[in-house]
């Protein structure tokens, strides 16, 4: 594995998914494929005005850095990148982008996977949802199917 096969960034600006891809994989010929997840901030049915995330800077990166070390310890992936937000985003803006490059499809899937099921339990991130009717909620408690998805691996 090559020198900065991982990128990983917490940021509170939006991010281009077309321009991660591409620093990802342009320039690459022995990359057979790149899959991407890109989670959404969803309106949870209307109620939803925004997601307030918080993160512990320099340990959010760190965990993150350790999940994709792992992945990339797991399957032979030639390069991840993993961006995610912090601040308040709103109904339908991009909260994370995890990119897995590969020359076959299946490392890049499963490293793909992997990461997003344990940025999902263990980044250390804190949610708060915000109403459309001006309340801030409570802080999002982690939900046992993101428990469930871990054991799988």
């Given amino acids: 594995m090559s020198e900065g096969a991982i990128s990983v960034r917490v940021q509170r600006a939006p991010f281009d998914i077309g321009a991660e891809i591409a620093a990802l994989a342009d320039g690459r010929t022995d990359i057979g494929g790149v899959v991407t997840f890109t989670g959404h901030c969803r309106d949870e049915g209307g109620v939803l005005a925004a997601l307030e995330l918080e993160h512990y800077p320099g340990m959010a990166e760190a965990e993150i850095a350790r999940i994709a070390q792992e992945a990339l310890g797991r399957w032979p992936v030639l390069g991840l990148r993993i961006v995610h937000r912090h601040g308040v985003i709103r109904p339908g803006e991009p909260i994370v982008l995890v ?27 804190w949610k708060k949802e915000h109403g459309r009717d001006g309340k801030a909620g409570d802080w999002v408690s982690a939900k046992e199917a993101d428990e469930a998805a871990l054991r799988r691996w």
């Fill in 99 to 125: 990119a897995a490059a590969a020359a076959h499809r299946q490392a890049a899937f499963l490293a793909a996977d992997f990461v997003m099921d344990f940025l999902k339990s263990r980044a250390p991130f």
